[in-house]
Nanobody, 114 residues
Framework: VQLQASGGGLVQAGGSLRLSCACSGMIFRIRDMNWYRQAPGKQRELVATITSGGTTTYADSVKGRFTISRDNAKNTVYLQMNSLKPEDTAVYYC?????????WGQGTQVTVSS
């Protein structure tokens, strides 16, 4: 299983970014997909989940600003991030559980300047 994340960068507060995570080596459409993030000196936290059926859940800190989506034809999960805040600065990771173990993308840095 391989997860390849992309789309991070530097953006001003109030701006937007769209993260992508391309997946291979598994049956993408049947798995729930997650986005996590880890800020410097903090624990990794779950940001958003999309189930195989398309149900989405979000951390309270990003509700109303972030949208997770998936394209099963492209084996890709997305995270649209709007109204970004400096506290959203972190390395963002896509994640899936397959064959009873977690797999992680390499992480993509998101930096929001004030």
């Amino acid at each position: 299983v391989q997860l390849q994340a992309s789309g991070g960068g530097l953006v001003q507060a109030g701006g937007s970014l769209r993260l992508s995570c391309a997946c291979s080596g598994m049956i993408f459409r049947i798995r729930d997909m997650n986005w996590y993030r880890q800020a410097p000196g903090k624990q990794r936290e779950l940001v958003a989940t999309i189930t195989s059926g398309g149900t989405t859940t979000y951390a309270d800190s990003v509700k109303g600003r972030f949208t997770i989506s998936r394209d099963n034809a492209k084996n890709t999960v997305y995270l649209q991030m709007n109204s970004l805040k400096p506290e959203d600065t972190a390395v963002y990771y896509c994640n899936v559980e397959w064959a009873l173990r977690p797999y992680w993308g390499q992480g993509t840095q998101v930096t929001v300047s004030s």
